[in-house]
Structure formats: C-alpha cells, structure tokens
C-alpha cells in the first residue's frame, strides 16, 4: 500500500481493517516515532523543529509556524497546518483520519486530536473508523482539550481549556465543558 492510496482510503470513513492496512500503518508508525523521538529528545533551534516536522509529515512546514516539542504523532501524514499556527507543548495528533489546522491557529499545552473511532458494538469494537478534525482560521484550543473525530471548528472560534469536543463548533464562538457547548458568541473588536 503507498500513502497515496492509504490517505485516499481515510477519506472514505471506512474500517481500518485488514492485513495490508495494519501493515502499512505499523510501518508509518514506526517512521513517525523514529521522528518524534528525535525531535524530542534534545532542544532544537525552531528552524530545526520545522526541518522535523516536514519530514514527519512528509511536506514542508511554513517558516511561520512555531512548535514547542515535545510533539506526540502516531502517523505524522496526514496533518496539515497552515501559516501562523501555533502549537505549545505535549500536543497529540492520531492523524489516521487528518487533522488540518487553518492558517492563525493556536494549540494550547497538552490538546488531543483524535481522529480514530472503534465500533460501538462489542464485535465491532477492534475495528477503528477514521473521520478528519479541521480547525478553520485563527481557532484558539486550550489546554488538555479534546478535539474528537469527524469535527470541524468555525473560524475565529475559542475552545475552553479542558473541553471535550464532540460536535461541530461554529465559527465565531467559545465553546467549553464536558462535552463541549457553546457559552457565547465573539464580536469583533474595531480600533479606529
């Protein structure tokens, strides 16, 4: 299997099932925790925390973008982050399903973005579904937040620290809590 037909399977929400599939996943794996093992096992100047993340993720990393490792990935493929983005430390991308990150975006310590699912029924339940997170433009997620599977966030949208994030969140909103909901919207502010 190559990643191009891997990526293309995902988008189709189907079972991660089958020898193949499970074979081409240990193998990303493997690459993915060679990488981040050495992104963070010593400090790295930021250039150098870029040059890493564009061979985790296998495409270059904007010069604007800004990491604080340590950076926990599973597959590292499947991510795409825009420019300006803003990533503190202890974040986790189980990017299977992708997780893309809109251009502005700022990642609080310790977020999760999870985009596996295992069956709910007992016989189903080794099985895992894939489905993408996309944060649109210029999301705030606070720290030890939870960003689930199949989820977009609105753009200017703020995630409370600590949330679950089951549903969908629209754009120009705060969202917080167990799971997550929405608390009040966000009206631009307008210096003269």
Not at 15 to 30: A, I, K, Q, T, Y
């Amino acid at each position: 299997m190559t990643l191009e037909e891997f990526l293309k399977y995902v988008e189709t929400r189907k079972s991660l099932s089958g020898r193949d599939l499970h074979c081409f996943m240990d193998e990303m794996s493997n690459e993915a925790r060679r990488i981040t093992f050495e992104l963070n096992a010593s400090y790295h100047e930021p250039e150098e925390v870029r040059n890493l993340l564009s061979r985790l993720f296998g495409k270059p990393v904007d010069p604007s973008v800004k990491v604080f490792p340590p950076f926990y990935t599973d597959f590292g493929k499947n991510i795409k982050i825009g420019k300006n983005v803003f990533i503190n430390a202890c974040c986790h991308f189980q990017d299977h399903g992708g997780v893309e990150l809109g251009d502005g975006c700022q990642i609080g310590h310790n977020v999760v973005f999870a985009t596996l699912n295992h069956g709910l029924a007992p016989e189903d339940r080794s099985n895992t579904y894939p489905a993408p997170i996309v944060l649109k433009k210029n999301v705030w997620v606070g720290s030890n937040s939870t960003i689930l599977s199949g989820v977009t966030i609105g753009e200017n949208a703020v995630v409370g620290a600590g949330s679950v994030v089951t549903k969908d969140i629209p754009a120009n909103t705060v969202a917080g809590g167990v799971p997550a909901r929405i608390i009040k919207h966000i009206e631009s502010v307008v210096s003269h």
